[in-house]
């Protein structure tokens, strides 16, 4: 069941973090990302206040710097950012702590597979003991493809959500052969799939046992292809991102 701890991939998103903002791509696939699930947020949110006069829990699972996080966090009653770097970790915490900074942002470090870690905020906030936190909303952005063991990752987050709520994944679709070369060959160590190919995540949904599966594509990314042959330099791809959704029943 577990899902082993990449090295690989820790050794270099800790390398990355500090510079990690500064890439014009990830801030182009972040600001895509966020536009397409605003309204499904907003819409949640709504529901959820008037429902009970509260706003929406959420975990994010590889938030990295928390490009996607502090955009989300306004929209929500608190956010749980979870990265296995710390790096990354880090740079989201610096975002957390200035005078104008959001408030409802809880960052955390750790390669997340029990929904009942002591990490994860208590049921109960008047005390940390009792059951963890069950979140309204699910969202990771770009991180599938990292991880190893889809169906377990797929079990994990089902086992941390109420019952009604939802996950909203996303990440670059496995659309062909072209799809390799989102990232330059210098860094396809630490990839486990060169995107998602669509009708196998519809299936590890239904499998885990989510239930109102919508898997498609919620926009195009053009980018610049970087480190493939000299025909390819310059070049660039429009590639199609998955919105990967489930309840849990
Ligand atoms: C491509 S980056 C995306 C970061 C961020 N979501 C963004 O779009 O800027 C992938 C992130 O997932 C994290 N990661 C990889 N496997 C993970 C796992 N099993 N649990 C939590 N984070 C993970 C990495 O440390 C890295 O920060």
Redesign the pocket.
Known sequence: MA?A??TV??KR?NAE?AN?DNNPS?QE??RL?YETLRPLVNSLSETKVTASGSGLDVL??????G??TTRVAPLVREIVA????DG?IEMLKSKTTGPDSPRNIVPIC???EDPEDPVLPSDDEGSSAGGRRKFDLIL????L???PDVKS?LQMLLACLRPGGRVALTDFEDFGPEAIKFHPKSKLEGVERHGIPRQWMVDLLHEVGFQQVNVSVGWMLEKEIEGWDDESHGKTIQFPFLVCEGVRP
């Open positions: 899902t701890p990449n991939n820790n998103f973090a990690w990830v696939a972040t990302a994010e699972v590889g938030c990295g710097t490009l996607l979870v990265d296995t770097a990354m750790k390669l997340l990771s952005h770009l991180v493809h990292h991880i990752f």
